[in-house]
């Protein structure tokens, strides 16, 4: 899949790999990378790859789903939110990716929330880059 156009484009860098930091655009300093205790590293301050995956996707599907219920003219709480839980694990060869989509939407019947859901899967970025590569759970609390 490719976009007709590209409306913004955005470029980080990594050096030190999992252990190394990050920069780009608007950050201000480098991003410290840390390898988290559970994967054979230190943990303790920094971020690393699934945390940014993870606050990056859980932002976006929260957009679509406000882009959806726009297109419907349907008013949404303001503290409705998605917590995304990003896995990592072994596979052969290498490692993958899984993912697991709570939302809340106080106020919303839960029928209409899971229809909203739904359709914001269909329509953001990041469930379109995870299609049949990673699996992601959709969950309505």
Request: proline residues 9%.
């Given at each position: 899949m490719k976009?007709?156009?590209?409306?913004y484009?955005?470029s980080?860098?990594?050096?030190?790999?999992?252990?190394?930091?990050?920069?780009?655009?608007?950050?201000?300093r480098?991003?410290?990378?840390t390898?988290p205790?559970e994967?054979?590293?230190?943990?303790?301050?920094?971020?690393?790859?699934?945390?940014?995956?993870?606050?990056g996707?859980?932002?976006?599907f929260l957009?679509?789903?406000?882009?959806?219920?726009?297109?419907?003219?349907?008013?949404?709480?303001?503290d409705m939110?998605?917590?995304?839980?990003?896995?990592i694990?072994?596979?052969?060869?290498?490692?993958?990716?899984?993912a697991?989509?709570e939302?809340r939407?106080?106020?919303?019947?839960?029928?209409?929330?899971?229809?909203l859901v739904a359709a914001?899967?269909?329509?953001?970025?990041?469930?379109h880059?995870?299609?049949g590569?990673?699996?992601?759970e959709l969950?309505v609390?």
């Open positions: 976009p007709e156009k590209i409306i484009q955005i980080m860098t990594s050096t030190g790999g999992r252990e190394g930091t990050v920069m780009g655009p608007g950050l201000g480098p991003w410290k990378l390898l205790k994967m054979g590293g230190p943990g303790g301050e920094g971020t690393n790859p699934e945390q940014l995956f993870a606050a996707y859980s932002a976006c957009g679509a789903i406000r882009f959806v219920a726009r297109g419907r003219k349907m008013a949404l709480p303001d939110s998605v917590t995304a839980t990003v896995g694990g072994p596979v052969d060869p290498g490692y993958c990716l899984t697991r989509l939302v939407i106080p106020g919303i019947e839960r029928n209409m929330a899971a229809e914001a899967h269909q329509r953001c970025p990041y469930s880059a995870t299609r590569n990673v699996d992601v969950v609390v």
